[in-house]
């Protein structure tokens, strides 16, 4: 379907369809309407499975692309945690030398 043209459908549930699309949307982070979507799609090719494996085989890639990039993200916010500690210890003590802090500290173990 990627690439394909799509068109928008409105279809009318009940009202605990809808509250059952919410929490399983919830459960694997996604959107209600993207569920919809997936469970008719797959109701559609039910039978063959060859088009199945196929959609199944797609999500899996943009699953292990997700996955990537949320490590990626993860190491890059490590390393600028990292760099925000080191200048914030810079500013700490550059404002210590500024303020006369450090002189004072010096003095007293004298």
Do not use: Y
Request: net charge positive; proline share 3%.
């Amino acid at each position: 379907m990627t690439g394909a043209k799509t068109r928008p459908l409105t279809i009318r549930l009940p009202a605990r369809a809808v509250e059952r699309l919410h929490e399983h949307a919830n459960t694997v982070k996604g959107r209600p309407t993207a569920i919809a979507r997936e469970l008719i799609l797959a109701g559609l090719i039910n039978g063959h499975s060859r088009e199945q494996a196929e959609r199944m085989l797609t999500i899996e890639r943009r699953l292990a692309a997700i996955d990537q990039q949320v490590q990626a993200v993860s190491r890059k916010t490590e390393e600028l945690s990292v760099s925000v500690e080191r200048l914030l210890a810079m500013f700490e003590a550059l404002l210590q030398v500024l303020t006369g802090e450090h002189s004072k500290e010096n003095s007293h173990h004298e």
